[in-house]
Nanobody, 122 residues
Framework: QLQLVESGGGLVQAGGSLRLSCAAS????????MGWFRQAPGKERESVVF????????YYADSVKDRFTISRDNDKNTVYLQMNSLKPEDTAVYYC???????????????WGPGTQVTVSS
């Protein structure tokens, strides 16, 4: 069983930056595709960014392109989300996820962390 724990959330002013981390334990995370999702109050969970197990492919939501960057260190079983130029609309609980996607054009996530709050003030 894979366990995921996010960290790095907090309060930041608009235009600022935060780096989220997701530490995996229980199994090596290098065999999983990893991703970040977020959910704002009163809204549905949305996809933010994904990365393949070998870092050879990524997906970015249009709303975060050119501002957020996902990376992973498989030796440390950790995935990172660098968030720059933050906007108040980025305020949400951010969740880390992992999974074995069934194909090269699909993404599937089976394991989830408890989430970390990111609040961007205007």
């Amino acid at each position: 069983q894979l366990q995921l724990v996010e960290s790095g959330g907090g309060l930041v002013q608009a235009g600022g930056s935060l780096r989220l981390s997701c530490a995996a334990s229980g199994r090596t995370s290098s065999i999983y595709d990893m991703g970040w999702f977020r959910q704002a109050p009163g809204k549905e969970r949305e996809s933010v960014v994904f990365i393949r197990r070998r870092s050879d492919s990524t997906y970015y939501a249009d709303s975060v392109k050119d501002r957020f960057t996902i990376s992973r260190d498989n030796d440390k079983n950790t995935v990172y989300l660098q968030m720059n130029s933050l906007k108040p609309e980025d305020t949400a609980v951010y969740y880390c996820a992992a999974g074995n996607s069934p194909g090269a054009t699909t993404w599937q996530f089976d394991y989830w962390g408890p989430g970390t709050q990111v609040t961007v003030s205007s």
